[in-house]
C-alpha cells in the first residue's frame, strides 16, 4: 500500500474514533439523567419557563429543589429560545448559580429549525480599539 493510502485509512479509523467517543460521551449524560430548563418566547412580556417539561411557577424555587434533592452537582442543561434577549442567558444561569448548582450547560435553540448551539464561558478578552 502506498503512503497515501495508509495515511487515508488511518484517519477513517481516527474520525471513526472520534465519532464513538462522542456517541458514548452523550450516551453517559443520558443515563446521569441531565435536567432540562427551558426557555421560550411567549406572546407576554415574560419567557415561559419549563424545568423537564413541566411549566414553572418559580424558576430559583424549582432549581433549589433540585439542589436540595440531587445536590449542587446535578447537570442542568439550560435551552433558551434564541427569539430571546441574550440577557436571558445571564437570567437563567444566574438563577441557577442563586440555587448553588454548579454543573450547567446553556443552549441557544432555534425551535423552528430544531437546531441548537452550545454557548460555553471563556475567560474575559480585554477589547482593543486602535
Avoid at 415574560?46 to 446535578?74: F, H, I
Avoid at 447537570?75 to 433558551?80: C, E, G, N, T, W
Amino acid at each position: 500500500m502506498n503512503r497515501t493510502r495508509r495515511a487515508g485509512i488511518r484517519r477513517v479509523f481516527a474520525v471513526a474514533g472520534l465519532v464513538w467517543a462522542v456517541g458514548t460521551t452523550s450516551h453517559a449524560h443520558a443515563e446521569t439523567g441531565a435536567l432540562v430548563v427551558t426557555a421560550r418566547k411567549t406572546s407576554g412580556q415574560r419567557p415561559k419557563y419549563t424545568l423537564n417539561s413541566k411549566p414553572m411557577v418559580d424558576l430559583l424555587a424549582a432549581l433549589y429543589e433540585v439542589r436540595k434533592q440531587r445536590g449542587a452537582e446535578q447537570l442542568v442543561d439550560v435551552i433558551i429560545d434564541q427569539r430571546l434577549p441574550c440577557e436571558e442567558i445571564f437570567t437563567v444561569t444566574g438563577v441557577a448559580a442563586k440555587a448553588e448548582l454548579l454543573n450547567t450547560r446553556v443552549f441557544i435553540a432555534s425551535f423552528e429549525s430544531g437546531k441548537m448551539i452550545e454557548i460555553k464561558r471563556m475567560p474575559p478578552v480585554p477589547l482593543v480599539v486602535r
